[in-house]
């Protein structure tokens, strides 16, 4: 329950007979933990007696807006990226670990399925063109984000946007000591620069609108935990964090929320590559006190509740999607 409300449903399941007083509680299905199902099998539920009015299908609008009009979603980095080596770029970035590929998409192919019309933007072209025959109606727009005046001149005319979910980014492992100039950059540009230009677009447009709106920022558990050769990309995600924050103190008055969720590591292709080392593995299992990593699902589960009206008081917050790695 949240605020007296069932928790939010992506798919709204059929009608089902009332129930008792006795079978009231909680029933959770299990989703399906296979990449590419991401949230299609979800069918999460409260078992209650049916309420005299049904929701809209599609779970995540500002609640000033059910009933009205589809709601328009921008997803960053929702190429398919790597193909399963450790050090290839996500997203077609070179010489990078991208653990993060595959939030982006799976947020797409969420966001299509549960009614949504959604804007998504990648550097590579064939994952965009892969994309649009998984999820037929969205809007593919190919930009590389670590350029400023290429991605104002791609989205400075995408129209009006409701949700934005900012998944973007690359992740060069160096030791401190062998930190270049490249590296540095290039984090910097996509993990927080491009966050602020496409997310100054957006806001920019909702408030004209005189609109609500939802950000959510994808940030990492390393943004709170030094881990090894991750300076950069830490300090990348670290600088995300009370980016997250401010926009929320900032944008809170034209009613756009903004939030971040910081996952440990995904079991994506690229993260199985990265972590198929059973002693690597295991060091950070170890300090997971529910003893796995996350799947995609896990981190489009909360996504997606950031997004939807059930958190329409929660703005400013970095969710942790970590097994507990943040407690201990």
């Not at 590929?101 to 965009?128: C, E, F, M, N, P």
């Not at 037929?136 to 949700?163: K, S």
Request: charged share 20%; proline share 6%; with cysteine.
């Amino acid at each position: 329950m949240v605020g007296g409300r069932a928790w939010p449903r992506v798919h709204a399941p059929p009608p089902r007979p009332q129930a008792s007083r006795a079978t009231r509680g909680t029933r959770l299905h299990a989703l399906d933990h296979a990449p590419d199902a991401v949230h299609a099998q979800a069918q999460t539920t409260i078992c209650r007696p049916a309420p005299k009015e049904r929701r809209s299908k599609f779970a995540v609008w500002p609640p000033e807006h059910h009933g009205s009009e589809i709601r328009r979603a921008l997803v960053t980095g929702a190429g398919r990226g790597g193909r399963g080596r450790a050090k290839v770029a996500g997203d077609g970035y070179p010489h990078s670990s991208a653990l993060l590929v595959g939030i982006g998409h799976g947020s797409v192919k969420a966001l299509h399925a549960a009614g949504a019309r959604v804007v998504v933007v990648s550097r590579t072209r064939t994952d965009l063109d892969s994309l649009v025959r998984e999820c037929p109606g969205v809007e593919a727009v190919c930009v590389d984000l670590a350029d400023w005046e290429a991605t104002e001149q791609a989205l400075g005319g995408v129209g009006p946007v409701d949700m934005l979910v900012n998944n973007a980014a690359v992740a060069f492992l160096q030791p401190f000591l062998e930190v270049t100039k490249e590296a540095y950059d290039m984090s910097f540009s996509v993990n927080l620069r491009a966050v602020i230009q496409v997310s100054q677009i957006v806001a920019r447009g909702l408030i004209a609108r005189g609109a609500p709106g939802v950000i959510v920022n994808v940030s990492s558990q390393g943004s709170q935990r030094g881990q090894t050769n991750h300076s950069v990309y830490c300090s990348t995600k670290g600088a995300l964090d009370i980016l997250t924050k401010v926009m929320a103190v900032e944008l809170g008055p034209h009613k756009i929320r903004v939030n971040a969720v910081n996952p440990t590591v995904v079991m994506t292709p690229m993260g199985q590559a990265a972590w198929s080392d059973p002693q690597k593995a295991k060091a950070m299992l170890d300090r997971i006190p529910l003893g796995r990593f996350a799947e995609v699902e896990n981190v489009v589960d909360t996504i997606l509740f950031l997004l939807s009206d059930r958190s329409s008081m929660t703005t400013g917050s970095t969710v942790p999607v970590d097994g507990g790695f943040l407690a201990t």
